[in-house]
């Protein structure tokens, strides 16, 4: 059974800093891309970043600059470095796995994913 779980998520003054974690199970975390996903209260899932299998990152472009993503394949985790916080980055957050044959090959389409975790809430306060 593949299991996703986030962690991290919290209260944060605006300009803060947050890092997320996601730890993966029952999958060979090396053969994914991981991806990044939020979704702020009464709007839909949109895409944050994305790592390949090769750590290749793409970021949203408001993500851009303020956030950076790194994995441990020998930990099965991929992190979600998270600077210079605004209140419009208060979402819930959840990381997804894409499985990829290619090490370069990412998405940023969330129906393209294969498995979800339940999320972890950041808010950032003003």
């Known amino acids: 059974q593949v299991r996703l779980v986030e962690s991290g998520g919290g209260l944060v003054q605006a300009g803060g800093s947050l890092t997320l974690s996601c730890i993966a199970s029952?999958?060979?975390?090396?053969?994914?891309?991981m991806g990044w996903f939020r979704q702020a209260p009464g709007k839909e899932r949109t895409f944050v970043g994305v790592?390949?299998?090769?750590?290749?990152?793409y970021f949203a472009d408001y993500a851009k600059g303020r956030f950076t993503i790194s994995r441990d394949n020998a930990k099965n985790t991929v992190h979600l470095q998270m600077y210079s916080l605004k209140p419009e980055d208060t979402a819930v957050y959840y990381c997804a796995a894409v499985q990829r044959t290619s090490v370069q090959t990412m998405s940023s389409n969330s129906r393209d994913y294969d498995y979800w975790g339940q999320g972890t809430q950041v808010t950032v306060s003003s």
């Open positions: 790592i390949s299998r090769g750590n290749r990152a």
């Open positions: 029952g999958l060979t975390f090396s053969d994914y891309a």
